[in-house]
């Protein structure tokens, strides 16, 4: 028959507890969370979409906090597509964090990270969009830079993705200062082209002389994603959990840097008649309905580094409609807490252990003693 000593049954509950919460916090505490997502309704395309994830870069990021922020990242994306199994997959911009000024070396080296922890199968379609964090803002982006990243992503900037009928327009936002800069003269040209033809194809009978050479979409308002959120004073109207802190709604927008500008903003309203806006660079949530009949979407970001709350947006879209729904990450607070109660326990197991062994060592000499006087 086995016999278990005190310290051994100690130093079992010991790596019990340590093992339970590293093992819970690290890997088991995605499970449940987004599990309680759901997709809104059965529709022919569902996407997922997130933004923000800013991989930290070999400048400015602590090994660290790297480590702890990108495998939060990788385990809350791998476990959402297997139990969500979108069928395409964007990521709205800031892909990264020093893009803007990364050596060829370390941007290859970001670049391999980005592709571990965003591994897919061929059943999912990842699209990723061009950030401010990725090329530069715009005095500091150029042709070298841009084309860097859409080399890595294979796909131009601004283009029109078509899914069972759904037209998804990417728009490179960065871009769009209206200065006459080469790459937004470039970006808008393919937008105007874009409108051209997107415009042709909802016109019934579109083989006219206007509409010769124009490539053909399905006949659909398009869903436009972005970066930079189309311009608003502040985030004073957004509510919700994943708002801004109320101490930040208030602070006012500036154009062309935290929001497009308004002549930007407009021209691309004018231009598409989008159902749908969905954007980023924020790293918080809000609702906007622009012009009384353009609803954006601000989609927070996916890391733990910008927000104790990450989200991400599940969208069930049709040709002819949409439905959204917002799935919520694990908390890092709620992590940070199973940790200092799972250390606080193994405090209390050791001081119980040592004040029984204290105990037991009395109570020898006790013994000890009367057997001596005897």
Not at 8 to 18: E, K, Y
Not at 54 to 61: E, I, M, N, S, Y
Not at 247 to 259: A, Q
Not at 315 to 337: D, N, Q, R, W, Y
Request: charged share 20%; glycine share 6%; aromatic share 12%.
């Amino acid at each position: 028959m086995l016999k278990f000593s005190g310290s051994s049954v100690v130093a079992a509950l010991l790596i019990a507890v340590v093992f339970g919460a590293f093992f819970f916090c690290e890997y088991l505490i995605y499970f449940p969370t987004i599990l309680k997502c759901a997709w809104p309704k059965l529709s022919p395309v569902r996407a997922m979409v997130l933004s923000d994830t800013h991989l930290l870069g070999a400048v400015g990021g602590h090994w660290f906090d790297k480590l702890r922020r990108e495998w939060q990242m990788e385990r809350a994306f791998q476990t959402a597509l297997w139990l969500l199994k979108p069928e395409i997959v964007f990521i709205l911009g800031d892909i990264f964090d020093e893009g803007k000024w990364s050596s060829q070396k370390h941007w290859e080296d970001d670049v391999r990270r980005f592709h571990r922890m965003f591994r897919h199968s061929s059943d999912t379609e990842l699209v990723v969009l061009v950030g401010n964090h990725d090329i530069g803002f715009h005095y500091e982006m150029d042709w070298f830079k841009l084309q860097r990243f859409e080399k890595v992503f294979n796909a131009s900037s601004t283009r029109i993705v078509t899914k069972k009928g759904v037209n998804f327009l990417l728009v490179n936002s960065v871009a769009l200062h209206g200065d006459g800069c080469p790459i937004c003269q470039s970006v808008e040209k393919d937008l105007i082209k874009l409108s051209r033809d997107l415009n042709c194809s909802l016109q019934v009978g579109a083989e006219t002389e206007n509409c010769e050479g124009s490539q053909f979409y399905p006949p659909t308002a398009p869903i436009m994603l972005q970066h930079y959120p189309l311009y608003r004073v502040s985030d004073a109207s957004c509510t919700g959990q994943d708002a801004a802190p109320p101490e930040e709604r208030h602070l006012l927008f500036r154009e062309k840097y935290d929001v497009l500008s308004k002549e930007a903003s407009q021209r691309l309203l004018q231009w598409f008649k989008p159902r749908l806006i969905l954007s980023g660079h924020t790293h918080s949530g809000c609702e906007v309905l622009h012009d009384n009949k353009y609803p954006e979407i601000s989609v927070p970001s996916f890391s733990w580094r910008n927000r104790n709350n990450p989200s991400f947006i599940l969208a069930s879209v049709s040709p002819g409609g949409h439905s959204l729904s917002k799935c919520f990450l694990p908390e890092e607070s709620t992590v940070i807490g199973v940790y200092c109660s799972a250390g606080a326990g193994l405090l209390l197991l050791l001081l119980a252990h040592c004040l029984w062994m204290k105990g037991l060592l009395q109570l020898s000499l006790c013994l000890l003693g009367k057997h001596k006087s005897l």
